[in-house]
């Protein structure tokens, strides 16, 4: 009877019992192990890719409450809703449903302006979290392609704010649709037939705002969706970056493991994220459509703003100067508009491919997982600092009727030093950002080799005063000389004994990037530092 007992099988709880279905099925088991042993940096900049996502996740959450409400139609109606200085004004469906979701349904106001934060959230973290990798050079081999990855999801993540504030089909939604048809027709040959393909006619056409709720609701979040989870496939293959300092080394990452450490850690912070975006929902109102009224094309209201991330475009229409177009084979050439765009995708591009700019400049193959202080890559920094610079001078000039007013400016004024700002600020920006990141790097420098001043004053034999000089502890004497230096290619003829334009390019470049620079300490100079201060 004993035995019987014994080898009786035991009884399962629910769950282990459904565990032990699924991972007969589908040897999860496995993986999910494998994946909570990773390990996950501690570093405070990392979170910026989390908030990104976790607002990602509270525009969707948000955003399907939404759909349950909204109808993304252009018959007018006669609004007679509960917001009475619109009564009887004719509208569209769309503007009547967006309406009735803010007066009319239970919570649709809080939810619909938590959609608006969180979306603006996701787009603001995804920049500041690629400035973050850009500026740390964690883009370099073998995390090129995760570069292009977020770049896109970046775009990606402004063309679902945009299509997104032009559905209520609202004066101010109406006149950024209005800024963009008039961007296509100034394509020349083709730009006319791409606003009737888009428009599904003569401008506003008959049905935008179901083409964009489609694109809005479906298209534009399966892309989104499909490149995070490229994006985190990717951080688990390539493992995080980390910084400089003892311990730290190539490919071994040091931080808590994912399961159970950071996975805790990232649950609280995703509700964190989340009732932050709730408070200020419910405090701060965004998008208020009944003050704008529906959209008429006859009217167009001054102060009118888009969403600060798409701003770049409308200001840099704003900046070129008048008369820029000629009339040639019968066709209007609008370079008022043609160089804004031309422009604005040059930059893009270029930003796009940096990771394999720079890797052929320096002729580097060599995977790099330890991040770099940006003072320690000067004309990297000093890049970024340039882009930002031409970036900012784009989106201030898209409020620059705002500044005129509100500061008692003229027009003329502000549009004058606002181009100054975007033709010359970035060379301005480069110069200033290298010259101190070099500065900076000569303090390390320094310090390293004779220690940080201590603010003890002693007096010598000879009657001199000093200031004695305490020696870094190990973990920042690391930190300071831990970065890799580079030199400028050699200009080598090939195997045919030639130069040729592409090698006296990239050798040009390569001085450009690599001529003004400081060499860490060597092992030399440390001993010699370390036998000074003893």
Not at 109 to 120: I, S
Not at 152 to 172: C, H, K, N, R
Not at 210 to 220: D, E, P
Not at 511 to 531: C, M, N, Q, S, Y
Request: glycine share 10%; with cysteine; charged share 15%.
């Amino acid at each position: 009877m004993s035995t019987a007992t014994t080898n009786a099988p035991q009884k399962r709880s629910f769950t282990a019992a459904a565990s032990v279905y699924v991972n007969e099925r589908t040897s999860i088991a496995g993986f999910v192990k494998e994946l909570g042993r990773k390990a996950f940096p501690d570093h405070w900049s990392f979170l910026l890719g989390e908030v990104a996502l976790f607002a990602f996740v509270v525009v969707l959450i948000s955003g399907t409450f939404l759909t349950f409400f909204f109808q993304a139609s252009m018959a007018e109606v006669h609004y007679n809703g509960s917001y009475v200085p619109l009564k009887g004004v004719e509208m569209s469906v769309a503007m009547a449903s967006t309406l009735d979701i803010s007066f009319d349904i239970r919570g649709g106001l809080f939810v619909r302006q938590m959609h608006h934060w969180a979306a603006l959230l996701f787009v603001a973290a995804i920049g500041l979290h690629m400035l973050r990798i850009f500026f740390t050079g964690a883009f370099r081999k073998p995390r090129e392609l995760n570069w292009v990855i977020g770049f896109v999801l970046f775009i990606l993540a402004m063309a679902e704010g945009f299509t997104g504030y032009s559905l209520p089909d609202d004066l101010l939604s109406g006149n950024g649709l209005a800024i963009i048809n008039g961007m296509i027709k100034g394509f020349p040959l083709v730009g006319t037939w791409m606003s009737f393909l888009l428009f599904g006619g003569e401008f506003p056409g008959t049905d935008i705002v179901g083409r964009l709720y489609t694109l809005h609701i479906l298209l534009l979040p399966a892309l989104v969706v499909a490149f995070v989870a490229l994006h985190l496939v990717f951080v688990v293959v390539h493992k995080h970056t980390q910084y400089a300092g003892p311990g730290k080394t190539p490919g071994n990452a040091v931080g808590p493991p994912i399961l159970p450490v950071y996975a805790a850690k990232a649950g609280g912070f995703f509700f964190i994220v989340f009732g932050v975006l709730a408070l200020i929902a419910s405090l701060f109102t965004i998008n208020p459509i009944w003050n704008y009224g529906p959209y008429d094309p006859s009217p167009v209201s001054a102060g009118t703003q888009p969403d600060w991330y798409i701003g770049f475009a409308d200001g840099a229409l704003r900046l070129i100067p008048p008369g820029w177009e000629f009339v040639w084979l019968d066709r209007t050439w609008s370079f008022n508009i043609l160089v804004p765009i031309i422009a604005i995708g040059v930059f893009i591009v270029l930003a796009l491919m940096y990771p394999f700019i720079e890797a052929w400049v320096k002729g580097d193959k060599r995977e790099h997982h330890i991040a770099d202080r940006p003072r320690n890559a000067p004309t990297r920094t000093a890049i970024g600092a340039a882009g930002v610079t031409f970036y900012a001078g784009l989106w201030a000039a898209a409020s620059s009727d705002l500044l005129a007013t509100h500061f008692s400016l003229t027009m003329e004024g502000v549009i004058h030093a606002l181009q100054a700002v975007v033709i010359l600020g970035p060379f301005v920006a480069y110069f200033i950002t290298k010259r101190v990141c070099i500065a900076l790097q000569k303090k390390d420098r320094e310090i390293v080799l004779h220690g940080f001043e201590s603010g003890r004053i002693v007096k010598l034999p000879g009657g001199e005063f000093i200031e004695v000089h305490e020696p870094l502890d190990e973990y920042e004497r690391w930190r300071l000389v831990s970065f890799e230096t580079y030199e400028p290619l050699m200009l080598r003829p090939n195997s045919r004994g030639k130069i040729t334009f592409g090698q006296r390019l990239r050798a040009g470049m390569s001085r450009w990037f690599f001529e003004d620079r400081i060499a860490p300490v060597t092992k030399g100079e440390l001993e010699a530092g370390h036998g000074e201060h003893h």
